[in-house]
């Protein structure tokens, strides 16, 4: 081709432009706390917005206790959530009872919301399977593998489309490293074939493990990559609780209104380790990098707003905290108080009726157990 | 001569092959500036170059497939999966193409990937991160699989894994990466991919174990030495094949035998070799084969794990009922 002839099609132009529509991620309340959107600000209650932080002040201190009790060695495996609170609870609390909720390990906290106890997630951590027993029947138990429950999503959101439930969607939420398995793409492509209502969330935290999130994909956003799926999709600040609650309501709205799924990549930050299993960040992350995410601290700038607006004051969220630290350390009993998981039950779970061979095993241990 | 850990001893056995051969390369979930989750690939990243040992986006199957096509362009790769839980995202990998590939080339083509790959249970780990999942590769042909006891054969073995021109599975057993030390050689030795070791010898009965229930098969044989029962101990150490040569030989000698595995007893490899030894060895044998395993239940969640995991008083039961049979 001779040169500086024009080419039949620029795929350099494309590439720059193809995060065009993502250069604005969704704010309300920016990280001086500094209202941006007013009018949107103006659409919720001093009511709700008190609610709002007490959530996020309940999910900081539900953080501190765990870290402590696994100091103590009293919890299993557990996924450290602070930094993430506007995100968790911002999407959560835009859900109903009846819509089913697919979480990941570091949703606990979404989950308690949802349907089940905060002793109940303690079980869980501890690995005790009644911790996956839960009260609302909406729901999946955390998911471990990375990707799984946003292929089930799209078998979640087609059962409902099915059964013509008019107000009711699924939910999902996933970390960036999650965008990444075949699982996301598979769940998202199935859930808009069918045009199924679901809401399909990124939280994007910075990280997987030790890997950030720029080796993931070079994909400026994640949320973009749900174009190639059919999906209209927004990037939200992960730390304005407003902003995440507002974008989540519009998607659960436009995926009950039958136009199909949604995405939301939710930027927000891990400010602890990856989990309690001796993840150590100073090995991969510096203080410098950090600093910016924890100077845009949900907690503070809506701190900030609610005491602008005299709705809010320390001595108030000092006593808040001091109560839900109680009740962290009642359930904490709670858990420690079950019964210890018995070989024989949990073989008469292996299958609806048991195999010649289960059988077998499970008179062996009970008559080892009734020693 | 230096006391290693199991995990050292594998550091040190992968630090070996990316010395000699500038065509091994490391990669995986967390494997580069982390070191790997466990640290078993900690300072390779510094030493070789993020050419050699890097990060990969967060997906089994993506890695199974960089595998596969790296050793199409002339390379040797060291895959991790970070749990062996997770080979499941890449079983398509491992199982439909990997292990068929050298075949399916009419043997023109090597595909020497080395998969790495830690389980086993007893640390109190999230679900799917400690199951024996061995049961579904050492049923796949074309794919070697191996798993180390003790330090000195996890060195041994991962580099002969990565030397081997067939694909191995290399498992990595979690709870003995750093609950063992044992005099391993700073130097380069490999310990062959297909044989068995007799770890304790004895002439009353035979105990074959493997990984973490290697260890348990020698408590317990302590514990029968206590009452004149003498044990011999079999370490497979290599799951596919199985070197049926040395438990034969044993059994020439014992007449009795007990096969052991952590895995439930519908999976694993025990069946396999309690099927071996009923066709070849029957005559041999003066009482039926002894089988310990975990029930057949879903592997469970950490706090019940030790009373599912087969212990040496399991073991112990078992040999003295098959011994006084
Ligand atoms: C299929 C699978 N592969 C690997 C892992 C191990 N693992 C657990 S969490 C994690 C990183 C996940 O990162 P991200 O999706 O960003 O979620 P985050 O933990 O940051 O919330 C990895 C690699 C897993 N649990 N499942
Ligand atoms: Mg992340």
Redesign the pocket.
């Known amino acids: 081709m001779a040169n500086g002839s024009k080419q039949i099609v620029d795929f350099a132009k494309i590439k720059a432009t193809m995060a065009d529509p993502y250069k604005h991620p969704v704010q309300v309340i920016n990280g001086d706390g500094k209202v941006v959107d007013p009018d949107t600000l103006a659409k919720y209650s001093d009511d709700q917005l008190v609610d709002f932080m007490k959530k996020m002040v309940w999910e900081r201190t539900l953080h501190e206790q765990t870290m402590n009790f696994s100091r103590q060695g009293r919890l299993g495996f557990y996924?450290p959530t602070a930094g993430e609170e506007a995100s968790e609870m911002g999407s959560v609390t835009a859900f109903k009872d009846q819509d089913f909720l697919l979480p990941?390990?570091?949703d606990l906290p979404q989950m308690i919301q949802h349907g089940t106890t905060v002793a109940k997630g303690f079980l869980w951590s501890k690995g005790h399977v009644s911790g996956n027993q839960y009260e609302n029947p909406n729901m999946l138990f955390p998911q471990?593998?990375?990707?799984?429950q946003y292929a089930e999503t799209a078998g979640v959101a087609l059962g409902i489309q099915k059964n013509g439930d008019k107000d009711r969607v699924a939910f999902v939420y996933?970390?960036?490293?999650?965008?990444s398995?075949g699982d996301w793409y598979e769940g998202i492509n199935f859930t808009s074939a069918y045009q199924a209502p679901a809401v399909f969330f990124v939280?994007?935290?910075?990280?997987?493990?030790s890997?950030p999130?720029k080796k993931q994909t070079a994909a400026e956003t994640l949320a973009q990559k749900a174009v190639a799926m059919g999906v209209p999709s927004v990037q939200v600040d992960g730390m304005d609780i407003v902003a995440v609650h507002e974008v989540a309501k519009a998607a659960r709205d436009f995926a009950v209104a039958g136009n199909g799924p949604v995405v939301i990549e939710t930027l927000t930050y891990?400010y602890g380790a990856?989990?309690s299993a001796g993840d150590d960040p100073s090995r991969y992350r510096t203080d410098e990098e950090t600093k910016p995410w924890f100077d845009a601290d949900p907690l503070i700038r809506m701190r900030k707003v609610l005491t602008d607006k005299g709705v809010w004051s320390q001595d108030q969220e000092d006593k808040l905290v001091d109560q839900y630290k109680d009740e962290f350390k009642d359930a904490m009993k709670e858990a420690e108080a079950a019964p210890a998981q018995k070989v024989s039950d949990f073989l008469k779970w292996t299958y609806n009726v048991p195999t010649p061979a289960v059988k077998k095993q499970i008179a062996e241990f009970e008559a080892k157990e009734s020693k | 001569m230096a006391k290693m850990t199991y995990i050292k001893a594998i550091t040190s056995g992968l630090d070996q092959v990316l010395s000699d051969d500038p065509k091994t390369l490391i990669f995986g979930?967390?494997v580069g500036k982390n070191g790997g989750?466990f640290r078993t690939t900690v300072d390779l990243q510094d030493k070789f170059g993020e050419d050699r040992v890097f990060d990969t986006p967060?997906a089994?199957s993506g890695i199974l497939g960089l595998a596969i096509g790296l050793s199409l362009t002339g390379w040797r790769p060291i895959p991790e999966i970070?749990?062996m839980?997770?080979t499941f995202?890449a079983m398509d990998g491992i199982v439909g193409q990997l292990a068929r590939d050298h075949y399916r080339f009419g043997g023109q083509k090597n595909f020497p990937v080395t998969i790495r790959t830690p389980f086993g249970g007893g640390t109190h780990t999230?679900e799917?991160h400690a199951d024996n999942l061995e049961n579904y590769f050492v049923s796949t042909p074309g794919l070697r699989v191996v798993t180390a006891s003790n330090p000195y054969d996890a060195k041994g073995l991962v580099i002969s894994a990565v030397e081997s021109d067939d694909p191995v599975l290399f498992m990595e057993n979690l709870k003995l990466y750093r609950s063992m030390k044992d005099e391993v050689p700073d130097d380069k030795y490999t310990v062959p991919l297909d044989s068995a070791k007799v770890v304790r010898e004895g002439t009353d009965i035979t105990l074959v174990a493997y990984s973490a229930e290697v260890n348990e098969a020698l408590t317990a044989a302590d514990a029968l030495a206590k009452d004149n029962i003498s044990a011999e101990v079999i370490d497979l150490r290599s799951l596919s094949p199985i070197d049926t040569d040395t438990i034969y030989a044993s059994i020439d000698k014992t007449h009795k035998v007990v096969v052991i595995q952590e895995a439930q007893r519908m999976a694993g490899v025990g069946a396999v070799v309690a099927s071996d030894i009923a066709e070849d060895k029957i005559m041999s044998l003066d009482a039926p084969i002894g089988r310990v395993a975990a029930p057949d239940s879903v592997y469970p969640f950490a706090q019940a794990e030790n009373d599912w995991i087969p212990n040496s008083d399991d073991i112990e039961a078992k040999a003295r009922e098959i011994f006084n049979y």
């Open positions: 996924a990941a390990y570091r471990i593998i990375i990707g799984a996933t970390g960036d490293g999650g965008t398995q939280q994007n935290n910075g990280w997987a493990i890997v999130r891990r990856h989990s | 979930e967390d989750v967060l089994e970070q749990f839980g997770f995202e999230a799917m």
